[in-house]
């Protein structure tokens, strides 16, 4: 039996703590849907940001501007090398495993992994039951037609987070087995980092049901986890993630190191939208038999090369073919040879508050414009075919996009879920998303209102455990972790012991 609810509420004291260590993620968001996120989508124009930025850049290469310059020339030659290789193979770099070898995951997949930071999990459920919830999930929208969506006037990203299909796909046991084979990639240099791969989250996301011939849902290149925290040392720089780049040394960037990423704030700005949890992989889950084309993902299978890329790319600027000021070119001239070559690019000898495609409270967006050397219009790869029970993974430093254009004959649908260690944060997060849960409300990083409160067919929380079992109401933060497992680390022993008393289950 699921505790009453009077013990799902955390003490006074640790809602203090909570509140003081997230205040700018504790009121309910304004309410919005996906577009909110991105500029692109919102109709808002990229532009220079506060003056601030610049001395924000000067402060961050201080002292190691020459290493940063030679940094940023071996970083082009590499790109220079690698990119045509993933032209060249196409949707076959992306490592694919059967649900049923991921105890035995070939070493080839590992290492491709680790390069690529995308990956397919065949098979995590089966055919039958994916196109089952996707019927459930249509009658679910049918029953609730004020249900919030995107865009507006043809709805297929659908702000809807508590259905009882995702509860169940998000704590399916196939899907949490999958979580702990991926984040298991993931380390930590810290052995006693209060992180644990071997219990992840249940992170409330929206689901997709992209109709053939749309070309309003069209998001191009971006990373998600915040844009200017990655720059701003309150954001990624408390724990240092990017230091080696700023350093000028991004060879030695680790994107799979775990504990520098422990004290991270990646929403600084309370965005409609951005993320305040920690997802080690943005993924989904397929309902749909997709190819390329057909309004499906597409990622660059590059990861700390086009990381540290798009991180450097505000100290530099071309000398020729832009004008004065001028931060993007002729899409001709941008793939141009005289264009591209290292010795047109120099370091700016004043740092600007240019941050390339980063505007507070939105999602990092990159272009063939201004990121040109990353040559996305064509290492930018589809995912494979993809069909209903398969599982698609992206690291959360990948930058990704979706078609412009849906050119299939049937529905291209996903359901969110991403791949979240437990942590303080995500435990902190895990407590405000069950009383979004509980009120039937928006999860907290997404847009507000009433949501589902009102929607026919809701599930309730006592109705949970019976529904998604003890590991899935685990995840969900309604009952405590079992923290006294012999084979638990010191570390990770440590983390379910906070978080049971951050979710009110410990004094």
């Known amino acids: ?160 987070y508590w259905s009882r299909t995702q509860l169940l796909a998000r704590a399916h046991p196939n899907l949490m087995r999958a979580h702990r084979f991926l984040l298991s990639y993931w380390h930590s240099k810290d052995p006693s980092a209060l992180v644990s791969m071997q219990h992840p989250i249940s992170y409330a996301d929206r689901l997709r049901m992209r109709l053939p011939g749309d070309a309003k849902f069209a998001l191009g290149p971006h990373v998600d986890g915040g844009s200017v925290e990655r720059w701003d040392e309150r954001g990624y720089g408390r724990g240092g993630v990017y230091e080696s780049i700023w350093k000028g040394e991004w060879e030695k960037f680790d994107p799979w190191e775990a504990s520098c990423r422990l004290p991270v704030v990646s929403d600084l700005h309370q965005g409609v939208g951005a993320c305040s949890a920690f997802r080690m992989f943005q993924g989904w889950l397929s309902l749909s038999t997709t190819s390329a084309f057909e309004g499906t993902l597409l990622v660059n299978p590059l990861l700390a090369k086009a990381t540290a890329y798009y991180l450097l790319r505000p100290f530099f600027s071309p000398k020729r073919g832009v004008n004065p000021g001028a931060q993007s070119t002729s899409e001709a001239l ?85 791949a979240c260690p437990l942590t303080e944060q995500n435990a902190s997060y895990l407590g405000r998303q069950r009383d979004c849960f509980i009120k039937g409300i928006p999860s907290p990083d997404f847009g507000g209102g009433v949501g589902e409160s009102e929607h026919v067919g809701r599930v309730r929380v006592e109705e949970m455990e019976m529904l998604v079992g003890a590991a899935g109401a685990e995840a969900m933060g309604l009952t405590p972790w079992n923290d006294v497992e012999s084979y638990l680390t010191g570390g990770q022993r440590e983390v379910l012991n906070r978080a049971n008393k951050i979710l009110g289950f410990y004094m």
């Open 1 to 160: 039996m699921l505790p009453p609810l009077r013990h799902l509420r955390a003490s006074a004291a640790t809602r203090a703590v909570t509140q003081l260590r997230h205040a700018a993620t504790q009121a309910q968001k304004r309410q919005g849907d996906i577009s909110d996120a991105f500029v692109s989508l919102s109709g808002q124009q990229f532009a220079p940001l506060a003056p601030e930025y610049a001395t924000l850049k000067a402060r961050l290469i201080q002292g190691n501007e020459s290493q940063i310059r030679h940094s940023w020339e071996r970083l082009l030659r590499h790109l220079r090398e690698e990119i045509p290789i993933i032209v060249e193979q196409g949707s076959k770099i992306i490592p694919e495993i059967n649900f049923n070898d991921i105890d035995n995951a070939p070493s080839s997949f590992s290492e491709e992994l680790k390069k690529r930071g995308v990956a397919v999990v065949r098979g995590v459920v089966s055919e039958s039951e994916a196109l089952e919830w996707k019927a459930d999930l249509k009658e679910y929208i049918r029953q609730n037609p004020q249900t919030r969506a995107f865009p507006a006037d043809q709805p297929q990203v659908f702000e809807l």
């Open 334 to 418: 941008s793939n141009s040879a005289d264009f591209l070559a290292t010795d047109n690019w120099e370091m700016d000898p004043t740092p600007t508050s240019w941050l390339q495609g980063a505007t507070p409270g939105h999602g990092q967006e990159l272009s063939y414009l201004l990121h040109p050397h990353l040559d996305l219009q064509q290492s930018m790869i589809h995912m494979p075919t993809v069909k209903p029970g398969d599982y698609v993974a992206w690291h959360c430093d990948t930058i990704h996009a979706v078609d412009k254009l849906h050119e299939g004959k049937s529905d291209s649908s996903v359901l969110y879920i991403p």
